[in-house]
């Protein structure tokens, strides 16, 4: 018995939309990241990009459960000896609402240049509106 595997034209990749307004961040990010990891279809391998596209909305409005929004630390190394930069939550989502969501999201991803082909796939914005209505996308809940 053979095992049989989708060939690039059998692949269909759909869009979705998931809204973040009041849900945590954690489920909002595992949600998409079992998405674009194509995890919730039964044509999914691991070696294989079988995902679909995520779009997120209402970044700006997802929730830090506990003391994270003044804890939580998001870190980045300018590459040069004392160039680490930290900065906490809340200032991270007054300047950049998006990046809480998208960091959250690429974590949970392979680190492979799979994992980068399967973020290019990943849109997010801070608002309700989004340019994505002509591919149609399917409303998801992410639930509590």
């Given at each position: 018995?053979?095992?049989?595997?989708p060939?690039?034209?059998?692949i269909?990749?759909?869009?979705?939309?998931?809204?973040?307004s009041?849900?945590?961040?954690g489920?909002?990010?595992?949600k998409?990241?079992?998405?674009?990891?194509?995890?919730?279809?039964?044509?999914?391998?691991?070696?294989l990009d079988?995902?679909?596209?995520?779009?997120v909305?209402?970044?700006?409005?997802a929730?830090l459960?506990?003391?994270?929004?003044?804890?939580?630390?998001?870190?980045?190394?300018?590459g040069?000896?004392?160039?680490?930069?930290?900065?906490?939550?809340?200032?991270?989502?007054?300047?950049?609402?998006?990046r809480?969501?998208?960091?959250?999201?690429?974590?949970?991803?392979p680190?492979?240049?799979?994992?980068?082909?399967?973020?290019?796939?990943?849109?997010?914005y801070?608002?309700?509106k989004?340019?994505?209505?002509?591919?149609?996308?399917?409303?998801?809940a992410?639930?509590?």
């Open positions: 018995m053979k095992t049989e595997f060939s690039k034209s059998e269909m990749r759909c869009w979705f939309v998931l809204d973040a009041e849900a945590a961040l489920r909002v990010a595992s998409a990241a079992k998405i674009l990891m194509g995890k919730h279809k039964p044509t999914y391998v691991p070696f079988t995902g679909d596209h995520v779009i909305i209402n970044a700006d409005k929730i459960t506990g003391n994270k929004e003044s804890q939580k630390l998001y870190r980045r190394h300018s040069y000896p004392g160039g680490l930069t930290e900065t906490r939550a809340d200032k991270v989502r007054a300047t950049r609402p998006i809480l969501v998208e960091d959250a999201i690429k974590g949970m991803l680190k492979t240049k799979m994992g980068k082909q399967m973020y290019r796939k990943l849109k997010v801070a608002g309700e989004h340019p994505h209505e002509a591919q149609q996308p399917t409303a998801l992410a639930g509590k």
